[in-house]
């Protein structure tokens, strides 16, 4: 195929539809493969992202320029393969997540970093590849900002706000390969599936208040809401280990309030949450960073944190992808750019 079909906006705002663009196929440069995409999340993320969500910070990354393309996780197919590039060759099936940019992976075809991409397993179904690698690797960055390994939470109580999430659900599956006995809190629907992944304790998020639960925990994650953010903080344990935050305010405070005052509320902000953790937690705002090494470690346990549904969509049903991902509807959404 010569031509490449994006899926794009013009502005921020639904009153900015998604529209297919047709442009050549893109060449790689060096260090760089092309992937036929076989199938692409659609993450929380974007949908804020398309709404205008970070646009001040990803706008200094050259990630906010339009016409965009919105999506991080992709699976498919190298078509074409840049100079210096080694351990890759056209047809082999790879799955990663490119960093933000203006030209992600809700498209049939995108140019990635060769660092940024894994050999699939064979196993695993490409719709369910494309859930992982932003998940995971964000879920791993997390885990390190709040101590989490181990050594730390092996046989210890570790909080997930958030469980029924795509990061919640994946982080679930990985404390409990750690041996952590895992307090899972999220809406009713999706408890079972933490069940499932290892969850000793089920919390339905609308019946059972945070303040009720004991201050025994060695870890507490938040993928859910920054509000509950001091309340997972004061049900720490003395000697606890840390928590990290995935919903923090610090692309909203630089939306809100431009670079220099929005870098001086998130000092207080997080400033001020410091005062409630125990002294000797530590405490992490966590946001997706790329990281070879563990991209590297995903082949070998993506089986066992494929997500328990997953809903397709056509590459011109971009829109209900889109909605299916704001409404919170069951299943992660993954486009399939093969079809049209």
Not at 303 to 318: D, G, I, N, Y
Request: glycine share 10%; proline share 6%.
């Amino acid at each position: 195929m010569s031509t490449a079909i994006l899926t794009t906006i013009n502005g921020f705002g639904d009153a900015f539809a998604l529209w297919l663009r047709p442009v050549p196929c893109p060449v790689p440069a060096s260090g760089e493969i092309v992937v036929r995409v076989e199938a692409a999340a659609v993450n929380p993320i974007d949908v804020r992202r398309r709404d205008g969500y970070g646009r001040t910070l990803f706008k200094l990354l050259g990630a906010a320029r339009m016409p965009l393309v919105l999506g991080n996780d992709f699976a498919g197919t190298v078509c074409a393969v840049g100079r210096g590039v080694t351990g890759l060759r056209e047809g082999d099936a790879v799955f990663g997540a490119k960093p933000p940019s203006n030209a992600g992976t809700h498209a049939t075809h995108v140019t990635v970093r060769a660092e940024h991409v894994c050999l699939s397993p064979p196993d695993v179904p490409a719709a369910a590849l494309a859930t992982l690698p932003y998940n995971f690797l964000t879920v791993i960055r997390a885990f390190a900002d709040a101590g989490i390994s181990r050594e730390t939470v092996k046989g210890r109580h570790v909080l997930v706000h958030g469980a029924t999430g795509g990061l919640g659900q994946v982080a679930v599956r990985l404390l409990h390969g750690l041996g952590a006995i895992v307090t899972a809190i999220g809406g009713r629907q999706g408890l079972e599936a933490c069940r499932a992944g290892g969850a000793a304790e089920l919390v339905d998020r609308h019946r059972q208040s945070l303040a009720t639960l004991p201050r025994h925990f060695a870890a507490t994650l938040n993928f859910a809401s920054w509000e509950d953010e001091a309340s997972l903080l004061r049900v720490l344990a003395h000697d606890a280990v840390g928590h990290a935050t995935t919903v923090h305010p610090l692309l909203s405070n630089f939306d809100r309030l431009g670079l220099l005052a929005g870098g001086v509320a998130t000092l207080i902000d997080k400033r001020d949450q410091r005062r409630v953790k125990p002294k000797s937690a530590r405490y992490g705002w966590t946001v997706f960073r790329p990281n070879t090494s563990a991209l590297r470690s995903l082949p070998h346990c993506a089986a066992a944190l494929t997500p328990p549904s997953v809903k397709t969509f056509a590459l011109a049903q971009a829109e209900q992808a889109y909605l299916h991902v704001k409404e919170r509807r069951l299943g992660r959404a993954v486009l399939l750019p093969g079809q049209l």
